[in-house]
């Protein structure tokens, strides 16, 4: 009975080994970040070795993103985190979103919560792993850019709207 459960989970490991996910490659980075915001050579190499993995529109594969599972893990890793952030299509947002993002860089370094523990686990990404001076640089970078649209747009429009809710009828 062991040994047949043993062979159907091997047979299985080898038939997913042949459904892969789209690997995050397109590298488009026409409304980059960078475009507009001015990022230090040190800022953006913290950026690029740090984030730009999960996000930003071009994803540096370690080898073992061709096991199955860990392709998928991975492949909804960075989908997750470029839905929060991307730096390859940042300017496209909405500037008072954009001022909020700069906020949220903040506040994730500051509270190392980013970049994430499971992207340095095992010695992995050693280079993400950010000491107190290199978190210090980013967060001073971002509060620079939320001072510098302060300075270009009015407050209102720095600030995200709440979606009210629509009142009942009657």
Known sequence: ??????????LILMIIQFIKPEKNLSDDQSHNMALKYPVSGEVKELLRVACDDCHSNK????????????????????????????????????????????????????????????????????????????????????????TMLKKEYPADSLVMKRKTPPTPEG
């Open 59 to 146: 994803t540096a594969y370690p080898w073992y993103v061709n096991i199955q599972p860990v392709a998928w893990f991975l492949d909804n890793h960075v989908k997750e985190g470029k839905r929060e952030l991307n730096f390859s299509s940042f300017t496209k947002l909405p500037i008072a979103v954009q001022n909020h993002k700069f906020d949220e860089i903040i506040e994730m370094v500051e509270e190392k919560e980013m970049p994430l523990k499971s992207y340095t686990f095992f010695g992995l990404h050693k280079e993400a792993n950010l000491t107190a001076q290199q978190r210090e640089l980013i967060i001073t970078w971002a509060r620079e850019q939320m």
């Open 1 to 10: 009975m062991f040994k047949k459960i043993a062979l159907g989970l091997l």
